[in-house]
């Protein structure tokens, strides 16, 4: 409460939304905060297995039928539910990516968006400081975190890859036998490449407690024969030189950061042979970096998160492309990736 206020005089309405900062400080995190509740009670996995009124499926997830009532009907104004008289269903982004036998279940994302959080809410502090709030790019850390965070982006990713393969394969005029899938976590990238290209043998790059990852979804894909797996650490692992059709290095330039971002490039050029396509996925901002909001906020993100992570602009990508000895660079907007993919030739 401000003490000593002054009179107030104003005669008309200021000319900005007050209802924007409700948005922003309020309702998105609600909106958040109800989803990962429904996805913890997996009330979408229960609509999906029979269960319809708030009753049978707050029995089902040994729940309050009456608390569960007020979640189903938010879930009703969030998108996610209908409901006809007492009786809810589920909408399709539900029925999708939400119910856990589905092949594109978003595993772990609650319990990534409820980790995140706790981060998030030490971020002026991190601002203050100039200090991640929770570095998960210290080794020990991310060998925990990243198995459960790659599985919640397979769904999305893998849609982003399937449309790139599809766009590759009407660009290129010799066929992809040869795939590096540096960081490549569920695999979510090259096995759509990998389905696209039945001659392609793809290599996975990563930890070794996220290649059986890859390997599990590879194996249900029905493509994991033609993979093989490299464990350990990327910044040493070595590449090979001349010898691959496509590299790939999804989602992994934002947290190496800037110098070892513009290595990692650098090293996945000279691995290409003459013609070969580096594709890179990222959240990436404008030039000002100004804008969009959510690759804005992936670079908060990182600042909480790790040491050197952030997002990089297509200025950054071009400069970084044209170093490493890569010319033709394009991008490919999809519908579920926010930023568009990036290529670029050897
Ligand atoms: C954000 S995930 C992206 C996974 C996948 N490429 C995708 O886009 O869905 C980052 C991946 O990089 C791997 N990773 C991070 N640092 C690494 C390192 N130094 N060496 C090997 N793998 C690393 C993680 O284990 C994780 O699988």
Known sequence: MRANRRPVKRKSPPPVPVRKLNEDLMWS?????????AIELDVFTRINAGKATAREIAADAGANEA????????L???????????RYALKPLAK???????????????????????GWMQLAEVVRTGKPAVQEDSEARARQFFPVLVRSLFPANYLAARAAAASLARDRGHPITNILDVAAGSGAWSIAFAERFPRARVTVLDFPE????????????????????????????????????????????????????????EKSAAALRKGGTLMIAEMVPNDARTGPVPEMLFSLNMLIHTGEGDVFTMSDYRKWLRAAG??????????AAPSPLIFATR
């Open 210 to 265: 996220v290649t059986p990852i890859a390997r599990e979804y590879a194996a249900a894909h029905g493509v994991v024969e033609r993979y093989e797996f490299l464990e350990g650490n990327l910044r040493a692992i070595d590449f090979g030189r001349d010898c691959r059709d496509l590299v790939i290095l999804g989602h992994i330039v934002h947290s190496e950061g800037p110098e070892w971002g513009r290595r990692l490039i």
């Open 29 to 37: 995190l609600w909106r958040a905060y109800s989803l990962v509740a």
């Open 96 to 118: 999708t990516f939400l119910v856990r036998d589905s092949d594109l279940y978003m595993d772990g994302a609650a319990m990534i968006a409820r980790g995140l959080t706790l």
């Open 76 to 86: 009703v104004a969030l998108g996610y539910l209908r409901r006809a008289k007492d």
């Open 67 to 74: 608390a569960m009532r007020r979640l189903l009907d938010a």
């Open 326 to 335: 890569l010319d033709n660079v394009r991008t490919l907007r999809t519908a």
